[in-house]
């Protein structure tokens, strides 16, 4: 069973960075492929980033190509989105998920764990 918690949501202005954190815990986390959520108010949960279990294989959403990136650090557990150039449409519940393996980043179905969520908001 995995525990997982983001933090580092916030405020921030357009143009702006900031950097989503996950923590996880009752688990090998290197064993666990993960990925990066997220639910504005009134849409769909929207795949942002992935990230193989190893870190050497990543995958993007195409509204967050080229602004956001996605890290891991298995030696301390820890799951990383660094955001940058941040638009007002990325204002947005931010989840973590993950799950054991799989080919397919973008379903919410293919992932067993989920983070509480962390809140961003972007402001013009």
């Known amino acids: 069973q995995v525990r997982l918690t983001e933090s580092g949501g916030g405020l921030v202005q357009t143009r702006g960075s900031l950097r989503l954190s996950c923590v996880g815990s009752g688990a090998t986390f290197r064993d666990y492929d993960m990925g990066w959520f997220r639910q504005a108010p009134g849409k769909a949960r929207e795949f942002v980033a992935g990230i193989k279990g190893t870190g050497d294989t990543t995958s993007y959403g195409d509204s967050v190509k080229g602004r956001f990136t996605i890290s891991r650090d298995n030696a301390k557990n820890l799951l990383y989105l660094q955001m940058s150039n941040l638009k007002v449409e990325d204002t947005a519940e931010y989840y973590c998920?993950?799950?054991?393996?799989?080919?397919?980043?973008?379903?919410?179905?293919?992932?067993?764990?989920w983070g509480q969520g962390t809140q961003v908001t972007v402001s013009s």
């Open positions: 998920a993950g799950r054991r393996t799989g080919s397919v980043w973008s379903l919410r179905e293919r992932y067993d764990y």
